[in-house]
């Protein structure tokens, strides 16, 4: 709930532009009630027994997974959004968690949405995040990817080549200071 509540503060804070797949933010919002609900009842109909090493990997995502996330929303600031938007003035940001990765609130929310059926034993439900919610956050992701190639050219093209999506495998890249 805090998280929510963070996000959507930082969202209306947020200049407004052109929604693009409008659809998906209900269909994640949607998923994402499926997850928490879905392991929580798992949890209480099945009663197996906790398995702490799966619990204390799915607390540890859920920790990295909300700071990433907290990070990213703190770094676009103004152009933070729950929703794809591109804007007018929309600026290409480079700096901060984003020289190391284009994408890193999808990144957390990748790993958040696995950890949290990890922190309940909840193997159908992971079976959820991992089956349906991942692949409609890589199907949104191309969308934004091509919204902003669109948007900024070259300039995004040469981002692209130099700072990986999701995980930051290669070593640190200096921004590009009229990019920022």
């Known amino acids: 709930m ?6 959507r503060r930082y969202s209306q804070r947020a200049v407004r532009g052109e929604r693009k797949m409008d659809w998906s933010f209900t269909a994640f919002h949607t998923l994402h009630v499926v997850i928490y609900v879905g392991t929580a009842a798992e ?3 099945f009663q197996r027994p906790v398995c702490w090493p ?16 907290f990070t990213a929303i ?11 938007e591109i804007r007018e003035g929309h600026q290409l940001i480079r700096g901060g968690i984003y020289q190391y990765v ?8 990748m790993l958040e949405v696995l950890a949290i059926p990890l ?13 349906l919610y ?3 956050l890589f199907i949104r992701w191309r969308r934004e990817e091509a919204e902003m190639v669109a948007k900024f050219g070259r300039q995004y093209e040469r981002y692209r080549q130099e700072v990986p999506a999701f995980i930051p495998w290669r070593g640190r ?6 990019s920022k």
């Open 74 to 84: 703190r770094t676009l600031g103004k152009f933070w959004s729950l929703h794809l």
């Open 2 to 7: 805090a998280e929510r509540t963070f996000e």
């Open 102 to 109: 284009r994408h890193p609130a999808y990144a957390a929310i």
């Open 134 to 136: 991942i692949p409609l």
């Open 54 to 69: 799966v619990t204390v990997v799915g607390l540890g995502l859920f920790l990295i997974s909300a700071i990433v996330r």
């Open 119 to 131: 922190v309940g034993n909840a193997y159908a439900a992971l079976a959820v995040a991992a089956g």
């Open 43 to 45: 949890r209480l109909w």
């Open 173 to 178: 890249v200096q921004p590009d200071v009229q």
